[in-house]
Each structure stands twice: as C-alpha cells, then as structure tokens.
C-alpha cells in the first residue's frame, strides 16, 4: 500500500483515501476513494441502513459503529460529509441533524480530518451545475471513477462527496504551496 501524508503534509501528489459521508438517518451513504493529485480511483462504497423500527438511540448507535468500523476497515486519512439542507417538519429535521452529528463526529474520534460540503457544491464540483439530479450524479460519478460499483442514490451521492473534497483538498494545497 503506498504511503499516505497527513492533511498537514505538504506532499501534493501523495495518495491520500478519503471517505465521504451522505448522512441519513434510515440510509447513510459512504464511498472511499484515492486521491493522488488530479488522479481519482475507486475502493469501496455502501450504504448504513439502521432498522427503521428502532428506537433512534439505536438507530444512532448503529450507525456510529457502522462508520467506525468502515474506518477500520478502510483506513482512510480524510472524511468529507455533507452538509444537509431539509425542508420537511421539524422532527424530520432534528433527527436528520442528529445522524448528520454522528456522521461528524465518528470520524473526528478517530482522528480524520473533517470537512463538510454544501449539497451545491458537491453537484457543481462533480457535474458542473448545483442542481443536478440523481441520475446525473450517478452518470458523472461512474464517468469519474470508472470501476466504481454503487447500489443506489445515497451510495453514489456519498463517493460524489468524497471526489468534491478530492478537487477541494488539491486546490487548497496549491493556495498554499503558492504561497
């Protein structure tokens, strides 16, 4: 396995795998990517679905241990998660959030590097537009990373979030090393 560099390594083209995170509540997605440079390759990707009957204590539960255990797994040295934008009433909302806050929170206990992204610009950075819909997302993330292999919406959103902070992260590097 090629080395990876920290987040304050100044090392531009090093390998670095990133998890990205479509936080839900009844599907979270996940993706896990290489980024080395411009360069982008496919690892893993799924989807957390916590039983819709249970208590929300244990629906979270679930899915902090899920998230932690893909980390395990997956090693990656950086996460990237969505921020989340909801129109529907309020509960839906406050547990919305409170799934978002594990989905934070669980790769910052394990020492990853965090960074949330605006649903819009995780669209802008991958199709080119910040009202893209489901199936374009899709197309542009098989397009990205040709051997991913993703089961529905939420899956394909969470690698979509992960190739955004992939362009973000080289873009920041260069600002700084231009410095």
């Known amino acids: 396995m090629p080395r990876r560099f920290k987040s304050g390594e100044?090392?531009?083209?090093?390998?670095?795998?990133?998890?990205?995170?479509?936080?839900?509540?009844?599907?979270?997605?996940?993706?896990?990517?290489?980024?080395?440079g411009n360069r982008l390759s496919f690892v893993a990707s799924g989807t957390v679905q916590p039983p819709a009957d249970?208590?929300?204590?244990?629906?979270?539960?679930?899915?902090h241990e899920e998230l932690r255990a893909l980390i395990g797994r997956f090693d990656p040295a950086e996460a990237a998660v969505e921020e989340t934008f909801v129109s529907a009433g309020a509960r839906s909302a406050l547990q919305l959030g409170q799934a978002r806050g594990v989905a934070l929170m669980t790769p910052a206990l394990l020492g990853l590097a965090v960074s949330e992204y605006a649903a819009n610009l995780v669209k802008k950075s991958v199709v080119g537009t910040g009202h893209a819909d489901k199936t374009q997302i899709q197309t542009m993330v098989k397009l990205l990373l040709p051997a991913a292999r993703f089961e529905g919406a939420d899956a394909a959103d969470a690698?979509?979030?992960?190739?955004?902070?992939?362009?973000?992260?080289?873009?920041l590097r260069i600002q700084a090393a231009v410095r």
């Open 10 to 36: 100044a090392h531009l083209h090093a390998p670095v795998r990133i998890i990205g995170i479509d936080p839900g509540l009844r599907r979270c997605g996940w993706g896990v990517i290489e980024a080395a």
């Open 159 to 171: 690698l979509a979030i992960a190739i955004c902070h992939a362009h973000h992260r080289t873009a």
């Open 54 to 63: 249970a208590a929300l204590a244990e629906r979270l539960r679930i899915l």
